[in-house]
């Protein structure tokens, strides 16, 4: 027999208790945000908003702000690398696409590229979910460093530290 009101079916799984030992959902309401203090500065014009930064898988989501032209890095992933941009526009030296607003971009793992933001764009804003880590590379593919959900930990607490917030402003976005 049909149930007047699916919804009220206490046996429907969205309706069930939250587990208990599950973390809670992040909300980020001002995702691009106005307050300045939010982005977290990660070279000469150019800053991070974390998202999510997820220790226990490895991965880290958030917006990069970039407010030159020219080359930013060169960089590889072992893993995907999903990005969508906001704002702006931007490219890689080694192929001929551009990615503008809009446009989605999937990495794959292993590649090496050169991230340009071209002259005339004053503000480039892209959206990334970066799996693993980012290895930065010189021409000639040898390891200069790398940055992985640890570190932007790290830099974010030492900002917001810096900025007034406090250091564990950070906790919002660890999952």
């Known amino acids: 027999m049909p149930l007047d009101r699916p919804d009220a079916d206490p046996l429907v799984p969205y309706q069930l208790p939250f587990p208990p030992d599950a973390l809670p959902e992040i909300v980020v ?35 990069l702000r970039v407010r030159k032209s020219g080359v930013l890095s060169r960089h590889r992933h072992p893993q995907a690398v999903h990005g969508f ?20 971009v ?5 590649e090496t590229h050169t991230l340009v933001v071209p002259e005339g764009v004053e ?17 000639q593919g040898a390891v200069l460093g790398y940055e992985d959900v640890f570190t932007k930990i790290d830099l974010c607490r030492r900002h917001y530290a810096r900025v007034g917030l406090g250091e564990d402003f950070v906790q919002r976005y660890i999952r």
């Not at 800053?47 to 220790?55: G, H, I, K, S, T």
């Not at 704002?87 to 809009?102: N, V």
């Not at 503000?123 to 021409?139: A, L, S």
Request: hydrophobic share 40%.
């Open 85 to 104: 941009v906001l704002k702006g526009r931007w490219r890689y030296l080694e192929h001929d696409w551009e990615a503008t607003a809009g446009s989605y």
């Open 29 to 63: 309401p001002d995702a691009v945000p106005v307050d300045e203090r939010l982005w977290v500065p990660q070279a000469e014009n150019v800053w991070f908003r974390p998202l999510c930064l997820n220790a226990s898988q490895g991965y880290w989501m958030n917006l």
């Open 123 to 139: 503000e480039m804003i892209t959206f990334f979910q970066v799996n693993g880590v980012m290895v930065y590379t010189d021409p």
């Open 106 to 110: 999937f990495e794959p793992p292993g």
